[in-house]
């Protein structure tokens, strides 16, 4: 630009060639576009350590089937591990991934269908859909909404 341009906005469009119509080429077009796009920053815009611990851990339901749907042929085993109970679980922190979505950190426990055993107690990480709060349990203050939005 120069010194006569100073109060002119840049469009990138005057870099490239036009049509006869004035427009840009879709190629060029196409190379602006990407070029907004690979200006990302290094680092997401939320600070490192953004999990939202929750104390005490609050009563949830976990939904199994949601996080292992059941397969398309079945072969049933009455005395198989059940995952496509509703089982009760506490929820202990929000953690945030490195896509910027949430998940749920719960503790729960599974059990045998013939229920014959003592279950299995497992922690992991659950997406919100897969979990909602106990209405059975005694109330805490801040049981509201099913993930964080910060």
């Known amino acids: 630009m120069g010194a006569g341009d100073a109060g002119r906005l840049s469009t990138g469009a005057e870099r490239f060639p036009h049509s006869d119509s004035g427009c840009v080429h879709s190629e060029h077009a196409s190379f602006i576009l990407e070029h907004v796009f690979d200006q990302r920053h290094p680092e997401p815009p939320w600070k490192r350590g953004d999990d939202r611990l929750i104390t005490p851990p609050r009563p949830v339901w976990v939904n199994l089937a949601a996080l292992f749907p059941a397969p398309e042929q079945l072969n049933p085993c009455s005395t198989g ?20 979505d949430w998940v749920a950190s719960v503790t729960f426990t599974v ?7 003592g279950g299995v107690p497992l922690s992991m990480w659950v997406p919100p859909g897969a979990i909602r709060l106990r209405h059975d349990a005694p109330a805490r203050k801040d049981q509201e909404g099913p993930a964080p939005e910060f």
Do not use: Y
């Not at 496509?84 to 991934?97: F, H, L, M, S, Y």
């Not at 059990?111 to 055993?117: E, I, N």
């Open 81 to 100: 591990w059940d995952l496509q109970a509703e089982v009760p679980g506490k929820q202990t922190a929000w953690r945030r991934t490195a896509l910027g």
């Open 111 to 117: 059990h045998r269908g013939d229920g014959t055993s």
